[in-house]
């Protein structure tokens, strides 16, 4: 998971996306507040988007956590069925939410809690059927 400082507000807000890699192919997964922006789009929910490692302009961005094996690959089942599953692709609101975090927090479920900086990751008090208790990133 990466995440990158939005531009004008980044002291205070951050923008998180996932990296998928199966067989040395990267596929980036995101929520963005424009719909349907490229080939792979399921209204707010983007997949390459823009490369894996990008972000805008020259604002910040970092990999949040990596994972492997078993925990990756359970992951990326929640990635790739998403837009199937994920209950708020067509809905989109820089605060409080849903957006970009809100995803991410419910793709990671309560195992994995996002920082304070990731503004929506609690909208509206996330439900998922695979959350325990867990980490805290920034």
């Not at 998971?1 to 998928?20: D, E, K, L, Q, Y």
Request: contains cysteine.
């Amino acid at each position: 998971m990466r995440a990158g400082s939005i531009p004008v507000i980044g002291a205070f807000a951050h923008h998180h996306w996932f990296v998928t890699e199966v067989d040395d192919h990267g596929d980036r997964w995101e929520v963005w507040q424009s719909r349907n922006r490229c080939a792979d789009s399921w209204g707010y929910l983007h997949k390459n988007l823009m490369p894996p490692d990008r972000w805008i302009g020259r604002q910040r961005q970092w990999v949040v956590a990596a994972w492997e094996g078993e925990e990756a690959q359970i992951l990326i089942e929640r990635i790739e069925t998403s837009p199937d599953n994920y209950p708020w692709c067509d809905k989109y609101h820089f605060w409080p939410g849903p957006n970009s975090n809100t995803y991410a927090q419910w793709v990671l479920g309560a195992n994995f809690r996002l920082g304070p900086r990731a503004w929506g990751a609690g909208y509206p008090a996330i439900r998922v059927p695979w959350a325990n208790s867990g980490r805290r990133a920034g």
